[in-house]
Structures are given as C-alpha cells and as structure tokens.
C-alpha cells in the first residue's frame, strides 16, 4: 500500500522559514512533487526531484527560495522554502508518479498517481 504522509507545515511570519517533509512508504523508483493550493485557487504546481534526486525542477515562484531534496535511505522528500511571502500561504501535497509525459517529468497533477493528505502552511504579515 502506498502512503505519502507530510509533515512540517505552520504559522510563519514573512521572511521566516520552514521546511515540509513527505515519508513515503510502499513505493519505489517515483519521482515526487510539491503542489500546493490557496483557498478559491487552482492547485499549482511548486517543485519536482527524481527519484535519483539528481535532478530538479521549480515553478518561477519557488525558483531561488525553495529547495527540493530527497533521503533515499530515509524515503522521504524534503521542500525547504525560505523566505517566505504572504502569497505562499496554501495546503501543500507531496505527490508521486511514474509518468513521463513526452519523456519529461511532467508539473500536471493529473499525472501523479499517489498524494500525501497535505500539510498547511500559513504565512502571516
């Protein structure tokens, strides 16, 4: 049974930072995405990691404050965001596939097979 459980969301000022976990367990060799969704928006698309962690991919929006990382041994995938903004405030899903669209690591949420229940994360002014 596959199981994707985040943890690490909270109540932060701007400028502060935190960092969310996603453990995943009864799955292997899947790459893994960040989304997230404010209340009356659309879910989007934050961060991506291999399943090697090799390599990584962003939204312009996290670009140059959050960082992806994974611990294999651990299984677990990490979304460090520093500082933060107002607008990051949302619920945050880790989520994971095996879908290669056109080959590449796709940013559709339609494409991840598995998700984590969410974690929120409010960034207060």
């Known amino acids: 049974q596959v199981q994707l459980v985040e943890s690490g969301g909270g109540l932060v000022q701007v400028g502060d930072s935190l960092r969310l976990s996603c453990a995943a367990s009864?799955?292997?060799?899947?790459?893994v995405a960040w989304f997230r969704q404010a209340p009356g928006k659309e879910r989007e698309f934050v961060a991506l990691?291999?399943?090697?962690?090799?390599?990584?991919s962003y939204a312009d929006s996290a670009k140059g404050r959050f960082t992806v990382s994974r611990d294999k041994v651990k299984n677990t995938v990490y979304l460090q965001m520093n500082s933060l903004k107002f607008e990051d405030t949302a619920v945050y899903y880790c989520?994971?596939?095996?879908?290669?669209?056109?080959?590449?690591?796709?940013?559709?949420?339609?494409?991840?097979?598995?998700w984590g229940q969410g974690t929120q994360v409010t960034v207060s002014s």
């Open positions: 989520a994971a596939s095996f879908y290669y669209r056109n080959g590449n690591y796709s940013t559709r949420g339609a494409d991840y097979g598995y």
């Open positions: 009864g799955v292997t060799n899947y790459y």
């Open positions: 990691i291999s399943s090697g962690g090799g390599i990584t």
